[in-house]
């Protein structure tokens, strides 16, 4: 292995207070506390992390926690690092990295405010893409009954037509 | 001879050509090209495609459609001038298709736009789609 791995990991936990794991060439995984989180993707943007390839939420829900992922890529270093932060599943709220990455974060977060219902305080603009006029839950966390809803929402079990939705 | 309403006699000189305009949502247009295209040929049955729902006769509705792209859809046919037909294609348009248990799609159209013809299929063969055409002018002929 390229020894700019290894140097780059030491260096932000030299700085930060960070887990980290380098898995194999040019691939790292971190996990850090959502208070430094702005501080750190600053830190790396100024480290040629420049592109933002995408940012994920995952929701854990008998843990009571969303999992905010981000994952970066360095021109540069040709390194694709994964920045994972914990956020609060009764209170999700998080800072945006619009700051740090501004146009393509913006979109990615809108996208996850719609799916999980994650505010990310600081985004200029978290309206749905798709779901125009949504009251129920947002559908992608893991305690919306999707099947449920569809079948209260759209379909009749008295129908004769419907009643196979019911099986 | 036949003795043809005022109504009748006027469909009967305007129904040289149907022209359609296209709202298709995911896989729906693919299933379509083959029309376009040189070996089926619709244009040759006097289906051409137009660039504004202003101009066109018949909405062609193919795909699930989604509780946003419906509204879209509502403002298209609005727009149309009468007589205005609503052709949907497929599957998905009558009770969803593959996508029944969606919470984004909506499951039968005709909840939300009056469709004249349904044509069913995943997809609907070209020759069905010609059938669907030709019943418009089969309509239209025997109109008295």
């Known amino acids: 292995m390229d020894t700019k791995e290894p140097k780059l990991l030491d260096e932000i936990k030299s700085k930060f207070n960070v887990e980290g794991r380098i898995q194999r060439e040019r691939r790292i995984w971190i996990s850090i506390d959502k208070e430094r989180l702005i501080e750190l993707c600053t830190w790396l943007k100024n480290q040629r992390f420049e592109h933002l390839s995408a940012i994920s939420v995952t929701d854990w829900v008998k843990e009571g926690i969303f999992e905010v992922t981000y994952h970066l890529w360095s021109y540069k270093d040709k390194i694709l690092l994964t920045l994972k932060t914990k956020i609060d599943r009764k209170k999700p709220v998080i800072e945006s990295v619009t700051t740090v990455w501004e146009e393509s974060a913006q979109i990615h977060e809108r996208e996850l405010h719609e799916l999980f219902g994650v505010k990310f305080k600081g985004n200029s603009d978290l309206s749905p893409l798709f779901l125009e006029d949504w009251h129920a839950l947002p559908p992608f966390r893991k305690d919306f009954d999707w099947r449920e809803y569809v079948r209260e929402e759209h379909y009749d079990k008295e129908d004769g037509r419907e009643v196979v939705y019911y099986d | ?144």
């Open chain 2, 1 to 144: 001879m036949v003795k043809r309403s005022e109504k009748a006699k006027t469909m009967r000189k305007l129904i040289k050509a149907i022209w359609i305009f296209n709202w298709f949502n995911s896989c729906g247009f693919t299933e379509l090209i083959p029309l376009v295209g040189s070996r089926w040929d619709m244009e040759r049955f006097g289906m051409i495609v137009v660039g504004t729902p202003r101009q066109a006769d018949v909405l062609f509705i193919a795909g699930y459609q989604t509780l946003k792209s419906i509204k879209r859809a509502k403002k298209i046919y609005d727009q149309m001038a009468e007589p205005k037909v609503i052709i949907a294609l497929g599957s998905c348009t009558m009770t969803g298709g593959m996508y029944w248990d969606s919470y984004n799609t909506i499951k039968r159209l005709d909840d939300y736009l009056p469709v004249t013809i349904y044509i069913p299929g995943c997809p609907p063969r070209p020759e069905a789609v010609f059938e669907a055409v030709e019943k418009i002018f089969g309509h239209v002929k025997e109109l008295k």
